[in-house]
């Protein structure tokens, strides 16, 4: 069953630049159309990020086409039948219709083609299935309209093969489902999800992570973490033990940070945090960021010295001190623990305080340099922290020249 309709008038399809682009693709047998998200998301009344076209033209007529119109043509990926064209400073993904001769993942083995339907039967599901002409003239070959506005999340076709076709489809279904699903997963689906999970470790870290971080930033994350879970996803993605109280606390208590939320849901193990980090190719900002949030319940370690306090809470830096507190609030699912209140005040507190000495001033009063300085150095700062932060920088020098 073949769906039609049309879209409303969007200022994304009626920008000059827009215009243009369609305009240079136009011609008797060969009308461009948008295709993927961008219709999608004009039908769900979302904003509109990328604009991707479709076309029957070939690559090299493509390119000829944006030259002759003086826009920019950039061959991304014309050997798979992909130009980007840049009109006005904004890019505009452009493809040739395709059908797979051979898939292998990621990268499949086309053929070009002239059949918008062919083309549509390879996408993944059927709201990103959808094209439109420039005149928002609506082609649905797979009546992803009528799911998008159930919010049922469906493959094309076989949903076995449209996942072997390529595993990341099995995360990319979850992700669509946290973002636009409303209706459950039915359960031949989540069948087929469970059988084909354990082939999920074939895929890249740097693509795992691009899924999972999407998914946790919808609105609320957490039904579909809870399916992922059920059907045993996610622990074929990522290591150590999940708690889904504390993600529910995080996500109740504000935090919107996809990386936060995921520090929230994993186990506060800093050796997992690493394992994750490395799974998913983190930069080594984000390591550094989930490892210390994945370690915050030391800086609320009523046992720690105020030296050693004072330490954790510059390591992690004010922002990561302010996540620690709420993740460390939803670690313990409370959002009105007396102790955590006073470890947010603690927290303001330690963040203003600075060591005032430093080895320049040292070396001004005649100290001598080398190894030995700076152990003086660390040995004074303990004391100016175990004596309430209060030492002026001359007094911790009188204090540094009085002891060594």
Same mark, same amino acid.
């Given at each position: 069953?073949s769906?039609t309709?049309?879209i409303?008038?969007?200022a994304?399809m009626?920008a000059?630049?827009?215009r243009?682009?369609?305009?240079?693709l136009e011609?008797?047998?060969?009308?461009?159309?948008f295709?993927?998200?961008c219709v999608?998301?004009?039908?769900?009344?979302r904003?509109?990020k990328?604009?991707?076209?479709?076309t029957?033209l070939?690559?090299?007529?493509?390119m000829a086409r !944006?030259?002759a119109?003086?826009?920019?043509?950039?061959?991304?990926?014309?050997?798979?039948?992909?130009v980007?064209a840049?009109?006005a400073?904004t890019?505009?993904?452009i %493809?040739?219709l395709r059908?797979?001769?051979?898939?292998?993942? #990621?990268?499949a083995k086309?053929?070009?083609?002239?059949d918008?339907?062919?083309?549509a039967?390879?996408r993944d599901?059927?709201?990103?299935?959808?094209?439109?002409?420039?005149?928002?003239s609506?082609h649905d &070959?797979?009546d992803?309209a009528?799911? !998008?506005?159930a919010g049922r999340? #469906?493959?094309?076709g076989d949903?076995?093969?449209?996942?072997?076709?390529?595993?990341?489809?099995l995360?990319r279904?979850? #992700?669509?489902q946290?973002?636009?699903?409303?209706e459950a997963p039915?359960a031949e689906?989540?069948?087929?999800?469970?059988d084909e999970?354990?082939?999920?470790?074939?895929?890249?870290?740097?693509?795992?992570?691009?899924?999972i971080? +999407?998914?946790?930033?919808?609105p609320?994350p957490l039904?579909?973490?809870?399916?992922?879970?059920?059907?045993g996803?996610?622990?074929?993605i990522?290591?150590?033990?999940?708690?889904t109280?504390?993600l529910?606390?995080a996500?109740?208590?504000?935090?919107?940070d996809?990386?936060?939320?995921?520090?929230?849901l994993?186990?506060?193990d800093?050796?997992?945090?690493?394992?994750?980090?490395?799974r998913?190719r983190?930069?080594?900002k984000?390591a550094?960021?989930?490892?210390?949030?994945?370690e915050?319940?030391?800086i609320?370690d009523?046992g720690l010295?105020?030296?050693? +306090?004072?330490r954790a809470?510059?390591a992690?830096? &004010?922002?990561l001190?302010?996540?620690?507190?709420?993740?460390?609030r939803a670690?313990?699912h409370?959002?009105?623990?007396k102790?955590l209140?006073?470890a947010v005040?603690?927290a303001?507190? !330690?963040?203003?305080?600075?060591?005032?000495?430093?080895?320049?001033d040292?070396?001004?009063s005649g100290m001598a340099?080398?190894?030995?300085?700076?152990?003086s150095?660390a040995a004074v700062?303990?004391?100016w922290?175990?004596?309430?932060?209060?030492a %002026?920088?001359?007094?911790?020098l009188e204090?540094?020249?009085?002891?060594f």
């Amino acid at each position: 069953m073949s769906g039609t309709g049309r879209i409303a008038p969007q200022a994304w399809m009626q920008a000059p630049a827009t215009r243009a682009v369609m305009a240079a693709l136009e011609s008797k047998d060969a009308a461009p159309r948008f295709v993927g998200g961008c219709v999608r998301d004009a039908l769900a009344g979302r904003p509109v990020k990328d604009i991707d076209i479709a076309t029957p033209l070939t690559p090299q007529d493509i390119m000829a086409r !944006l030259k002759a119109a003086g826009i920019r043509a950039v061959p991304t990926g014309i050997d798979h039948g992909t130009v980007t064209a840049v009109a006005a400073h904004t890019p505009f993904e452009i %493809t040739t219709l395709r059908v797979d001769v051979e898939t292998y993942g #990621r990268h499949a083995k086309v053929a070009f083609t002239g059949d918008w339907v062919a083309d549509a039967a390879r996408r993944d599901l059927t709201i990103n299935a959808l094209s439109c002409e420039a005149d928002g003239s609506l082609h649905d &070959p797979f009546d992803g309209a009528r799911d !998008l506005r159930a919010g049922r999340i #469906r493959f094309v076709g076989d949903a076995r093969a449209r996942i072997r076709e390529d595993y990341l489809r099995l995360l990319r279904y979850f #992700r669509f489902q946290a973002h636009y699903g409303r209706e459950a997963p039915d359960a031949e689906t989540l069948a087929i999800i469970a059988d084909e999970a354990s082939h999920l470790h074939r895929l890249s870290g740097e693509r795992v992570r691009e899924e999972i971080l +999407k998914l946790l930033a919808a609105p609320d994350p957490l039904p579909t973490i809870d399916i992922m879970i059920a059907q045993g996803v996610l622990r074929e993605i990522l290591p150590g033990g999940f708690d889904t109280a504390a993600l529910r606390a995080a996500l109740d208590a504000g935090v919107s940070d996809p990386l936060h939320r995921l520090a929230a849901l994993t186990e506060a193990d800093a050796g997992i945090a690493r394992r994750i980090a490395e799974r998913l190719r983190l930069s080594n900002k984000q390591a550094k960021a989930l490892t210390a949030l994945s370690e915050a319940a030391q800086i609320f370690d009523a046992g720690l010295s105020p030296h050693a +306090k004072w330490r954790a809470h510059r390591a992690l830096g &004010p922002d990561l001190v302010a996540a620690a507190v709420r993740l460390e609030r939803a670690r313990h699912h409370t959002g009105d623990d007396k102790a955590l209140r006073q470890a947010v005040n603690e927290a303001e507190a !330690l963040a203003a305080k600075t060591f005032p000495l430093r080895g320049a001033d040292a070396l001004k009063s005649g100290m001598a340099a080398g190894p030995e300085l700076g152990d003086s150095l660390a040995a004074v700062e303990v004391w100016w922290a175990e004596n309430g932060f209060k030492a %002026t920088r001359a007094q911790c020098l009188e204090y540094m020249k009085a002891q060594f």
